[in-house]
C-alpha cells in the first residue's frame, strides 16, 4: 500500500505562483511515474504533467512555459512550480503516483484546492 501527502495549495492572484508537493510512503514499491491531474467544477479531471522515471516530462499544452515538474527519488516526492497562474488554472489539483509492488498500480492524492483570483 502507498500513501500520498499532497501540500501546497490556496489562493493567489492572477500572475502569482503556488509550489505543490506530493510525498509518497510505503513499503517495498518501485515508482514508475509521478504526476498531476486537475479537477475544475463542471469539468473531468485532465493531465496537468507528469515525469517519467525521473527524466522524462510531459505537459498539458496549457501550462507549458508556466508549470513545472520535478522529482526528488531520494525523498519519493513529485512538486509542481506554478507561475503565472491564471483563473482558469483555477481546480483541485491531485497527485497520481504508478508504482510497482507485485503489480502496477496507480494512486491518487486527496486532492488540493488552488484558487487563482483575478
Known amino acids: 500500500q502507498v500513501q500520498l501527502v499532497e501540500s501546497g495549495g490556496g489562493l493567489v492572484q492572477a500572475g502569482g505562483s503556488l509550489r505543490l508537493s506530493c510525498a509518497a510512503s510505503g513499503s517495498d514499491f518501485i515508482i514508475n511515474t509521478m504526476g498531476w491531474y486537475r479537477q475544475a467544477p463542471g469539468k473531468q479531471r485532465e493531465l496537468v504533467a507528469t515525469?517519467?522515471?525521473?527524466?522524462?516530462?510531459i505537459y498539458a499544452d496549457s501550462v507549458k512555459g508556466r508549470f513545472t515538474i520535478s522529482r526528488d527519488n531520494a525523498k519519493n516526492t513529485v512538486y509542481l512550480q506554478m507561475n503565472s497562474l491564471k483563473p482558469e488554472d483555477t481546480a483541485v489539483y491531485y497527485c497520481?503516483?504508478?508504482?510497482?509492488?507485485?503489480?502496477?498500480?496507480?494512486?491518487w492524492g486527496q486532492g488540493t484546492q488552488v484558487t487563482v483570483s483575478s
Open positions: 497520481n503516483v504508478v508504482v510497482t509492488t507485485n503489480q502496477i498500480k496507480g494512486y
Open positions: 515525469v517519467i522515471s525521473g527524466a522524462t516530462t
